[in-house]
């Protein structure tokens, strides 16, 4: 929306041109997100009062003291990205509304889970669930195929080893669904500590804008044998905007929380970094980066399974942080010492643009 402001006044005056950068779009994106939601945090927690979290029977006993906390929080978080994302990207470009509509569908699925929970109890049936995120995921794998505009979008790149890109074809499309629906859950599922889903986030969107600016900028992306991917750039303002908007709402989420995010802000971001990896086609680098995530999410994985096979659980409790918890581990431990690990992980990632 600025972006057309600050282009018209660029013909008046030379110095408005510097709006044309991504890189400080981008920048405006992180402090326009994080500003919008420390300023609308306070108001939008004291009106989510009523939607107090319920938390489970069987859950670490610490956590019973977090019942009646203010959740749903997430509707904050994406008002923020949402609007700081359409005030300085380019809104002409398809990425970024792939982006944002995979963003809104999946928060409009946590939505509904959550407000159900709250007011009847207990939320949609996983089957539900499961499909709507499953109609919504494939309706984005299918549009980003037909719409494909050259070879690179419908490659799988593979990290480090150099000139390696498989041509996926029609494979493109249940790819970029597991890969949509998985990142969503996956969030989803690390959602049970103050601040730590939004921190592994926060960390990962920071990383991923990297990588869209590099595959979206034609010499960074020659000079470091990289896929090049024209107009997917713009998506960094977006992530820009998640990191931003994450940073708003770690304020109020850190330890002890404020607010929860819900399903709506898990389901949402979750599937973002999902649909920003894949039109970047880094979905490989994704799985090692949010590698915290993914332990989550096998953990749960696996304590069904050996529950169901054999009546004994591998961890104390599934998922993993709360497995650690009931270790003894406090509960900011457990939370900083898993974004340490998730921060040498997006460092790993990131040196694969150069190893190659």
């Excluded at 500003?35 to 107090?52: C, E, M, S």
């Excluded at 669930?129 to 037909?146: C, D, R, T």
């Excluded at 994450?246 to 979750?270: E, K, R, S």
């Excluded at 749960?300 to 918890?325: C, D, K, N, W, Y």
């Amino acid at each position: 929306m600025l972006n057309v402001l600050f282009e018209a006044l660029a013909e008046l005056h030379s110095g408005f041109g510097v709006f044309r950068y991504i890189t400080l779009r981008a920048v405006c994106g992180v402090l326009t997100a994080l500003l919008i939601a420390l300023v609308i945090g306070p108001a939008a927690i004291r009106r989510l009062r009523r939607f107090g979290e319920v938390v489970r029977e069987d859950g670490p006993q610490s956590h019973h003291a977090k019942a009646g906390t203010p959740t749903m929080g997430g509707t904050f978080v994406l008002f923020a990205v949402f609007a700081s994302t359409l005030l300085w990207a380019d809104l002409s470009n398809r990425f970024v509304w792939v982006v944002l509509a995979m963003t809104l569908a999946f928060g409009a699925v946590g939505w509904l889970d959550d407000y159900r929970k709250l007011t009847r109890g207990r939320g949609m049936s996983a089957r539900l669930k499961f499909l709507l995120q499953s109609l919504v995921g494939l309706s984005g794998a299918i549009f980003l195929y037909a719409s494909a505009e050259g070879a690179a979008e419908l490659q799988l790149i593979v990290p480090v080893v150099k000139d390696v890109a498989l041509d996926l074809g029609w494979l493109y499309i249940p790819l970029t669904y597991f890969v949509i629906v998985g990142t969503s859950n996956a969030v989803n599922l690390s959602d049970g500590l103050d601040g730590h889903a939004i921190g592994h986030t926060v960390l990962i969107a920071s990383a991923l804008a990297i990588f869209v600016y590099v595959a979206g900028h034609s010499q960074f992306a020659s000079y470091l044998a990289f896929p090049a991917i024209a107009g997917v750039g713009e998506v960094t303002v977006v992530c820009a905007s998640i990191v931003g908007a994450g940073l708003g709402f770690l304020w109020f989420n850190t330890y002890p929380a404020q607010v929860f995010m819900g399903d709506i802000g898990a389901l949402a971001l979750g599937a973002a970094l999902g649909t920003v990896a894949v039109v970047c086609r880094q979905e490989i680098v994704l799985f090692v980066m949010g590698g915290v995530f993914v332990m989550e999410t096998v953990s749960v994985i696996l304590q069904v399974a050996s529950f169901r096979m054999t009546g004994r659980r591998i961890f104390r409790m599934a998922p993993l942080h709360h497995h650690f918890e009931l270790k003894g581990w406090p509960e900011p431990r457990v939370i900083v010492r898993l974004w340490i690990v998730t921060l040498v992980l997006v460092l790993v990632g990131l040196a694969t643009l150069k190893v190659r």
